[in-house]
Nanobody
């Protein structure tokens, strides 16, 4: 089992920045990748960004490319999402997820609200 705890969400004005963090604990030694997803009110959950735990590959949704950066600190078992140039369309609950060879684990989510 892997437990995930997200932090860093909050209220920010359009054009501002936030950095989300996701701390993993438990059986972290076999994590292969980490991702961020988000779910806006009335919408389905959507992919935001992915990073291989080796750090050798990252991928982003088109809507956030060039504004968001995913990174990880393997020593702290923590994944980050740096979000810049935020717009009201980025308002959502952001979820961290990690995958090992067998399972995918999800965090509880952290609210990001961008005011215009």
């Amino acid at each position: 089992q892997v437990q995930l705890v997200e932090s860093g969400g909050g209220l920010v004005q359009a054009g501002g920045s936030l950095r989300l963090a996701c701390a993993a604990s438990g059986r972290t030694f076999n994590i292969r990748s980490a991702s961020w997803y988000r779910q806006a009110p009335g919408k389905e959950r959507e992919f935001v960004a992915l990073i291989l735990w080796s750090g050798s590959f990252t991928s982003y949704a088109e809507s956030v490319k060039g504004r968001f950066t995913i990174s990880r600190d393997t020593g702290r078992n923590t994944v980050y999402l740096q979000m810049n140039s935020l717009t009201p369309e980025d308002t959502a609950i952001y979820y961290c997820t990690v995958a090992d060879s067998q399972f995918r684990y999800w965090g509880q989510g952290t609210q990001v609200t961008v005011s215009s």
